[in-house]
């Protein structure tokens, strides 16, 4: 049963944009914070940014200037803004879903973002 669901990943070239979206399963209980991370080719995963319920957010040194993460509650879902994307954000970014007092978390398959010309 797949709990967690990126999409909107793809091939775009260098400059473009592109939005990711995230959506949690109204099956999972208890719906804390939910972040986006990428992990590159030969990398370890690496956190792009986190968004809570009530709309704070922290991203990662260096991701904000190009990256924006938003969240609707009422389709628990979360959404990731790229913009001036770069050959070096190929990456498959994947979704985190946190439940609220660290009762576990849940990872989605993840989308693949290829950036080339």
């Known amino acids: 049963q797949v709990q967690v669901t990126e999409s909107g990943g793809g091939l775009v070239q260098p400059g473009g944009s592109l939005r990711l979206s995230c959506e949690a399963s109204s099956s999972i209980p208890h719906i804390g914070a939910m972040g986006w991370y990428r992990q590159a080719p030969g990398k370890e995963r690496e956190l792009i940014a986190t968004?809570?319920?009530?709309?704070?957010?922290v991203y990662e040194i260096g991701m904000k200037d190009r990256f924006t993460i938003s969240r609707d509650n009422a389709k628990n879902t979360i959404y990731l803004q790229m913009t001036n994307l770069k050959p070096e954000d190929t990456a498959v970014y994947y979704c985190k879903v946190d439940q609220r007092h660290a009762l576990g978390s849940f990872w989605g398959r993840g989308t693949q973002v290829t950036v080339s010309s």
């Open positions: 968004i809570n319920s009530v709309g704070t957010t």
